[in-house]
């Protein structure tokens, strides 16, 4: 049985360098990582999981739970995570939900199951009450907008306050008719219901008048469903300047569908969106969006995981992402 020891003596390093390469440990230069790696597949090394789990108790993996990868917002933030994992010594294991509440709790078995060292669960569709949402030392940390109380860590994104201060924004520029594109989903707890009480604060708080009629909704919150809901909104034959939409991917498509009806960003429109995706500094006009620090999150929340391995007893805690308006070519 090839050792690690066999694999430091061919590519000429310590024990430690070769486990600090195999675990994915910071403060190995890329050169050495790679003869590192090069001795393992020569030499056919393979880790035992099952002998280190029981020696450390951990498998050196977090797992990660969104409702769908293939969203621009889940990748950016997977690809933020498995950064930050990986500077504290994990590797990420990434399942999809598709945002429904047993796939979730299944997510959450699969990490017990899977011996994961702990799980960042993107929480959308499980009521907060189920029973089978057992909190304890497990490190479990969520994400979203859900109310878990003081049952798991959470980290929440600046819903509320980013959509008020891009409703805000759309003010201080002269709009006065500023409609809505967002989700079906206006009931209970979620991104929707939160972001549309920001840009209704918004208006409140600036002397506007809420008008029902600037309510536009975006199934599934897609590009297609975007464009669907620009189309009705122009045709409805309400006097708008200004759109906030619930994210980039509906302002996408929400611009498509005013230019196919003649009308114009910003020259007749202004149109803000939220999340700061790549594509939102590239399209024409360019985006302006709430930018919520997708970075700080995924560190946040390994920062959380971490704290409670090593502190199983902790109380749970609760952080709120810092954002910042992006201000781009839609808006001026």
Partial sequence: MVTMSDVAKLSGVSKMTVSNVINGR???????RRRVMEAVRQSGYR???SARTLRSGRTGVIGLAVPEIDRPYFGRLAAHVIEQAREHGFHVAIEQ????A?????AIDHSYTLHFDGLILSA???DPQDTRLASGDYPIVMLGEQDFGAKFDHVAMPNEEGTKAATAHLIDRGCRRIAIVTGNTLDGVNVVTRRYQGYLAALTERGLAPDPALL??????S??????????????GQEVDGVVAVSDTVAQGVLRGLADRGVRVPEDVRLIGYDDISESAYMVPSLS??????????????ELVTARLQDPSRPAREHTAPFELMIRESTR
């Fill in 216 to 221: 536009f909704t975006a199934e599934g919150m």
């Fill in 124 to 126: 959308v569709g499980v």
């Fill in 47 to 49: 880790v035992n999981v």
């Fill in 26 to 32: 910071a403060g190995v230069s890329d050169q050495v």
């Fill in 102 to 106: 047993h796939r979730e709790i299944d």
């Fill in 97 to 100: 939900t598709g945002a429904v």
């Fill in 223 to 236: 590009l297609d469903s975007g464009r669907d809901a620009a189309h009705r909104l122009v045709d409805s």
């Fill in 289 to 302: 969006t709430v930018a919520p620090d997708h970075r700080w999150m995924a560190a946040k929340a390994v």
